[in-house]
């Protein structure tokens, strides 16, 4: 069995990993590049609990973004526009995904 602990910050990261039984722990440090730094607090990585919260903010208020753009753009059509469109785009997405899939 082995222990594995980590953290850091999005410039720079570090583990140390410990098997059971062992006398030792091995430390790894890494130094990320500005892209990687960058990658990183993207991901909400190594940034501390306000950066955290920031980033989950952003993506509820463009989850809402996309949600209201959906019901203004759903409110000017029919049934049957609706259904039509939403089918011919799903239907669209769908094929481009096993497209891809299969090339």
């Known amino acids: 069995m082995k222990w594995t602990f980590s953290g850091g910050t999005a410039g720079n990261s570090w583990s140390v990993e410990y098997a059971v039984g062992s006398a030792q722990a091995t430390l790894k ?3 990320h590049s500005p892209l990687a730094a960058f990658n990183r607090l993207h991901k909400a990585v190594g940034g501390g609990a306000f950066w955290t919260l920031l980033a989950d903010s952003f993506a509820v ?22 259904v039509v469109s939403v089918m011919g785009l799903s239907t669209l997405a769908f094929l481009a995904v096993v497209g891809l899939a299969l090339a």
């Open 61 to 82: 208020g463009m989850l809402l973004l996309g949600l209201s753009g959906i019901w203004m753009w759903a409110r000017g059509r029919n049934a049957r526009q609706l």
């Open 29 to 31: 440090r890494r130094e």
